[in-house]
């Protein structure tokens, strides 16, 4: 049974920081690419960023990049997203994510406030 497991999120100010931490277990860890996403109300879900599951390469999507750090340890099963300089626009429920046997699975989402 996949399961993700998100912890961190809550409430911060303005140029904050925050870490987000994903504890994946029902599959081979690290054989698999892993995600972040995000989710604001009454918008669309968007890819935030992206790890091979080596943690070797990585993606992000243009607003985060320079801000936000996706990592891992594949020894722990667990995927981070580390959030410097914080703004506003980035308030929104965080998700982790894996597809696994054509299945897409998700966490049970974090939410994230950005606020003074």
């Known amino acids: 049974q996949v399961q993700l497991v998100q912890s961190g999120g809550g409430l911060v100010q303005p140029g904050g920081s925050l870490r987000l931490s994903c504890a994946a277990s029902g599959f081979t860890f690290s054989r698999y690419a892993m995600s972040w996403y995000r989710q604001a109300p009454g918008k669309e879900r968007e890819l935030v960023a992206t790890i091979t599951s080596g943690g070797d390469s990585t993606t992000y999507a243009d607003s985060m990049k320079g801000r936000f750090t996706i990592s891992r340890d594949n020894a722990k099963t667990t995927v981070y997203l580390q959030m410097n300089s914080l703004k506003p626009e980035d308030t929104a429920v965080y998700y982790c994510?894996?597809?696994?046997?054509?299945?897409?699975?998700w966490g049970q989402g974090t939410q994230v406030t950005v606020s003074s």
């Open positions: 994510f894996v597809r696994w046997s054509w299945t897409d699975y």
